[in-house]
């Protein structure tokens, strides 16, 4: 009995531990991936080193691909317009370096990019 109650306890300590508002297909799970992938993609652009480049590479994929899931949870929400103008000013901020615009004309648009990022969170 104690072995089975040793293996049962802690396997359902495990599954109610996850809970909805933090797996990645929630409203608040999906923006936390959008949240610090933002993040991630403004430290780069922000890096004394950085110069600018054709692509995103891997970051702009996984970016995409979180942004898709927050712009899902969050329709028929009140944060659908919000998640539409986060895509629209990621996209921005590609195209700005793929057509080799200056580093300080992508940095704004970084900026820009993680205030509503910033701003988006406050109305959560």
């Known amino acids: 009995m104690r ?3 040793f293996l049962l306890l802690p396997s359902l300590i495990l599954i109610g531990c996850e809970s909805r ?8 799970g999906a923006f936390s991936m959008v949240e610090s992938q ?11 080193k950085y110069k600018s480049a054709r692509d995103m590479g891997s970051e702009s994929d996984r970016m995409g691909m979180t942004l898709n899931m927050f712009k899902q949870a969050a ?12 895509a629209k000013r990621l996209i921005e901020l590609e195209r700005l370096g793929a057509s080799r615009a200056p580093v ?3 940095r704004e648009a970084a900026k820009a990019l993680q205030d509503k990022v910033a701003e988006v969170r406050a109305k959560m």
């Open 3 to 5: 072995r089975f109650l």
């Open 75 to 86: 329709a028929g929400t009140d944060l659908q317009a919000d998640a539409d103008e986060i």
């Open 38 to 48: 933002v993040a991630d993609i403004v430290a780069t652009v922000n890096d004394p």
């Open 21 to 28: 508002s933090t797996r990645m297909d929630s409203l608040q």
């Open 104 to 106: 300080a004309k992508q």
